[in-house]
């Protein structure tokens, strides 16, 4: 079993930038995918961003890329995700996931093969 915090987000004006962080703790971090989702309100939760075990690998939601960037450190065992050039529509609570595999190279899109959530982190965007 692996926890999941995540913390960085807030308040903040359109354009602007914001990182958020998600600690893992509990087992191996590196043998994680891991994944960012978000839930805005009266919407489904809908994927990110993604990255696979060692980090050479990432996979972004059209709505986001160019402006959001996942990266992580397996040796603090945690998962970033950067954005940047905020816009209103950005404005959700964002959960980081994490999916336990054996496969280096892979990653995943799709919440419901992830295994593991945080409680999430609110992020609003203000115009």
């Known amino acids: 079993q692996v926890q999941l915090v995540e913390s960085g987000g807030g308040l903040v004006e359109a354009g602007d930038s914001l990182t958020l962080s998600c600690a893992a703790s509990?087992?191996?971090?590196?043998?994680?995918?891991m994944g960012w989702f978000r839930q805005a309100p009266g919407k489904d939760r809908e994927f990110v961003a993604t990255?696979?075990?060692?980090?050479?690998?990432?996979y972004y939601a059209d709505s986001v890329k160019g402006r959001f960037s996942i990266s992580r450190d397996n040796a603090k065992n945690t998962v970033y995700l950067q954005m940047r050039s905020l816009k209103p529509e950005d404005t959700a609570v964002y959960y980081c996931?994490?999916?336990?595999?054996?496969?280096?190279?892979?990653?995943?899109?799709?919440?419901?093969?992830?295994?593991?959530w945080g409680q999430g982190t609110q992020v609003t965007v203000s115009s």
């Open positions: 990255i696979n075990r060692g980090g050479g690998s990432t």
């Open positions: 509990g087992r191996t971090f590196s043998d994680y995918v």
């Open positions: 996931a994490a999916k336990g595999t054996a496969y280096v190279r892979r990653y995943y899109s799709t919440s419901s093969e992830y295994d593991h």
